[in-house]
């Protein structure tokens, strides 16, 4: 059948439209699923967290990639974890360009009221896509589940950059059951902090935090998106050595 009467059958029978352009037929048609970044940038969030390991995203949080971010973890449209998985794995792959060895994808973690309210870990199951493509692809790499949120995180949503910071101040932590099995599975691994939005970078930077506290070496953070709070003011930028431009000024996330 051709993709077309599909399409329009899937429409007709699932009331299906593109997350993108509304097109009738599929959560993501092709001209918008071809219209996606290809090529990941870093991102760094403007004003830097202190420390924070170079970030690195797919694209700008907006227009189609936007709408598939809300579409998983907002409406559970299960069938965009595929198209948020590439993002995710275009980025993982512009932080391990000159990287060699096991490499574990650690998604940042959810909350668990709100992975029970969902009935979806979305983060984690990007970032289990995006391993399992960029395998396929050569690279050895794994999705591994290591950080845990403490008690009395609020939701980031609505909260001022200030706020943020405080509300994520040592709220995420490395139990040591994560850490014998990843030792086991990936000895002598190094980290990639996976998230789906870059924001302020405070979410990636506590997620670095508790990792590197338990000996961990975190190479990069990757991201399906960044919103568009850049200025270029990374630290290679600044040094005037990045070969990748900085995603320019909206959105939301992390």
């Keep these: 059948m051709p993709t077309s009467l599909r399409d329009a059958w899937a429409d007709l029978l699932l009331g299906a439209t593109c997350v993108g352009c509304a097109r009738p037929g599929r959560l993501l048609c092709r001209p918008c699923e071809s219209a996606l970044p290809r090529a990941a940038r870093q991102a760094w969030p403007s004003p830097t967290p202190p420390g924070l390991v170079p970030p690195f995203a797919a694209g700008p949080y907006e227009g189609t990639v936007q709408q ?14 595929r198209p948020l ?12 360009t000159a990287v060699d060895g096991p490499v574990a994808l650690v998604p940042v973690p959810s909350r668990p009221s709100s992975v029970r309210q969902r009935a979806l870990d979305a983060t984690y199951d990007v970032t289990a896509v995006a391993a399992r493509d960029l395998r396929a692809a050569g690279m050895d790499v794994t999705a591994v589940r290591l950080l845990r949120t403490r008690p009395g ?7 001022t950059a200030t706020d943020r910071v405080a509300n994520l101040a040592g709220s995420m932590t490395c139990p040591a059951g994560g850490l014998v099995q990843l030792a086991r599975r990936l000895p002598r691994a190094r980290v990639v902090i996976c998230d789906d939005v870059i924001t302020t970078g405070a979410t990636a930077r506590e997620a670095q935090r508790a990792l590197q506290c338990v000996g961990l070496e975190v190479l990069a953070v990757a991201a399906v998106a960044a919103t568009r709070r850049r200025l270029g003011r990374g ?13 320019g000024p909206s959105g939301a996330g992390v």
């Design 68 to 81: 598939l971010v809300l579409g998983l973890k907002e409406h559970r449209l299960l069938a965009l974890r």
């Design 85 to 96: 998985g590439s993002l995710l794995g275009a980025a993982v792959g512009a932080a391990l």
């Design 153 to 159: 995180l609020r939701d980031q949503a609505g909260l």
């Design 235 to 247: 630290p290679e930028c600044i040094s005037g050595k990045s070969s990748r431009p900085a995603l």
